[in-house]
């Protein structure tokens, strides 16, 4: 069933594509992507869960013991900031760096593993995820200078603000906008609160390609 938000946007239908393990695998069939960069268990699938409206949408890699690409999410939307009518977009779970002895090393790897994700036109736009309750971290900042380097827009998105208080919600959203030279949008998977916000932003990042 279709699912209303509070945007004048209905969410038709959200579901899992693929797991690409190659540049081959990804689809390319007009339908702008969105990636979203961001460290290990800063909560990319729990966004993704959220903007879906569904608990369980996203998963971790079908394929085992590969290294992927991305795992891809295709939302089927009417309305919005995406329309007039029926728009599509598909949400891209990059790797998480952080995982591996922490801070530039993972980054590096990051870079590595995305070059061929990267490399095709249909990318509309980036998602930069930090976590709010820990600004400055050097892995944050170094991945933030990566995506200067590459020819698409690119947003920073503050998840799990839910978790601070008001004192400490104000400092680190300042602190991060400092750090990573950007205005910051602050979101919760749990609450909802700046998910309307994303999807516009989304929607502006879709139909605004390239």
Do not use: C
């Amino acid at each position: 069933m279709p699912r209303a938000f509070g945007i004048d946007m209905k969410l038709i239908d959200a579901r899992f594509v693929t797991s690409a393990t190659g540049a081959g695998e990804i689809p390319r069939d007009g339908v702008p992507h969105v990636a979203l960069v961001g460290r290990s268990n800063v909560g990319k699938s729990s966004l993704i869960n959220a903007l879906a409206r569904r608990q369980h949408l996203a998963r971790t890699s079908a394929a085992a013991g590969k290294t992927r690409l991305a795992n891809l999410y295709r939302f089927d939307v009417e309305g919005g900031a995406g329309g007039p009518g029926r728009w599509s977009v598909y949400l891209a779970d990059l790797p998480g760096y952080g995982y591996a002895r922490g801070g530039r090393e993972s980054v590096a790897a990051l870079r590595d593993i995305a070059e061929a994700y990267f490399s095709f036109d249909g990318i509309a736009g980036v998602l930069h995820l930090v976590d709010a309750r820990h600004p400055g971290l050097d892995s944050d900042v170094d991945a933030a200078e990566w995506l200067t380097t590459l020819n698409v827009e690119t947003a920073t998105i503050a998840t799990k603000v839910d978790k601070l208080s008001r004192s400490e919600r104000t400092r680190n959203l300042k602190a991060l906008a400092r750090q990573l030279g950007t205005a910051v949008t602050p979101t919760a998977a749990v609450n909802g609160e700046g998910l309307d916000d994303l999807w516009i932003l989304i929607a502006r990042l879709s139909r605004h390609r390239p």
